[in-house]
Nanobody
Framework: QVQLVESGGGLVQAGGTLRLSCAAS????????MGWYRQAPGKQREWAAS???????FYGDSVKGRFTISRDNAKNTVYLQMSSLKPEDTAVYYC??????????WGQGTQVTVSS
């Protein structure tokens, strides 16, 4: 079964940037829409951004204008470029299919911590 491995997180000051990567062990080309999700301490996992195979992108209101999602099906990888980071962006970030029926096992996520 395809596995997802997220990376690129870290500790950054407010206003800084990070680029997250989500590498799949197999092809994701057949998954129409992939997304990034995040889970802050004590909160439920929430959707942050998504991208379709057509290149259409969608963002949650809290990240719109600051985050950019992209995907490279040839590399089986989804990216999340994050800029103008805020302390409220602190969370564990995960990627997965948007369609619940196409969901893969969740990876371990990558921790993003933004200090004020």
């Amino acid at each position: 079964q395809v596995q997802l491995v997220e990376s690129g997180g870290g500790l950054v000051q407010a206003g800084g940037t990070l680029r997250l990567s989500c590498a799949a062990s197999g092809s994701i080309a057949s998954i129409y829409a992939m997304g990034w999700y995040r889970q802050a301490p004590g909160k439920q996992r929430e959707w942050a951004a998504s991208i379709s195979n057509d290149g259409d992108t969608f963002y949650g209101d809290s990240v719109k204008g600051r985050f950019t999602i992209s995907r490279d099906n040839a590399k089986n990888t989804v990216y999340l470029q994050m800029s103008s980071l805020k302390p409220e962006d602190t969370a564990v970030y995960y990627c997965n299919a948007i369609d619940v029926g196409r969901r893969l096992p969740w990876g371990q996520g990558t921790q993003v911590t933004v200090s004020s």
